[in-house]
C-alpha cells in the first residue's frame, strides 16, 4: 500500500517526525498545499480526511468533496472522520458543545448531522454513505465513487 499525506507546510516537518521511525519513507508520498485552493493530484483509491469537515461551511464542504471525487478513480472512497451530532443536535453532548466552539471560533464552521454530510457528499455524487462510530468519540462517514 502507498499513501499520500496532503497537508499545509507547516504541518509537513510533523507528519515526517510521526512515521520517522516507523521504516516506511518509500511509501509515503508527502504533498504539501492548501486543500481549498491547491489540486492534489487524481488516479486515488482512497482519500481520507480527518477532523476538516467542522472547519468548513456546508458549501465549502460541498466544493470539497467534488474536488476529492474529482480526484478519485471509479469505485474509490472518501472517509470523512470527525465528530457528528444528531439530527436534534444535542447528543452526545462533547459533540454538542464542540458545535458551540466551532460556531464561536471558526469563520464558517459547524459540527455536523449525519443527514447534513450525507446531503453534502451525495451533491459531490457520491453513494453508499454510510456511517461507523469509532472508540474516540468521532464517526467516520464514507462513501463511494460510483461513476
Not at 464542540?98 to 457528499?121: A, Q
Request: glycine share 4%.
Amino acid at each position: 500500500m502507498k499513501c499520500s499525506v496532503f497537508a499545509y507546510d507547516k504541518v509537513i516537518p510533523y507528519v515526517k517526525e510521526y512515521y520517522k521511525d516507523e521504516n516506511v519513507e518509500d511509501k509515503i508520498t508527502l504533498i504539501s498545499g492548501d486543500y481549498d485552493v491547491d489540486d492534489f493530484g487524481s488516479g486515488y483509491d482512497m482519500i481520507f480526511i480527518s477532523f476538516v469537515a467542522h472547519h468548513n461551511s456546508i458549501f465549502e464542504n460541498i466544493e470539497l468533496s467534488r474536488k476529492i471525487f474529482n480526484a478519485l478513480n471509479v469505485g474509490g472512497k472518501i472517509v470523512v472522520q470527525d465528530y457528528y451530532i444528531s439530527d436534534d443536535r444535542t447528543k452526545p453532548v462533547n459533540n454538542s458543545l464542540f458545535s458551540l466552539e466551532t460556531l464561536v471560533n471558526s469563520k464558517s464552521g459547524d459540527t455536523y448531522t449525519e443527514s447534513e454530510m450525507w446531503i453534502i457528499l451525495r451533491e459531490a455524487k457520491f453513494r453508499h454513505v454510510e456511517k461507523v462510530e469509532t472508540e474516540f468519540g468521532t464517526s467516520i462517514i464514507s462513501a463511494q465513487k460510483v461513476f
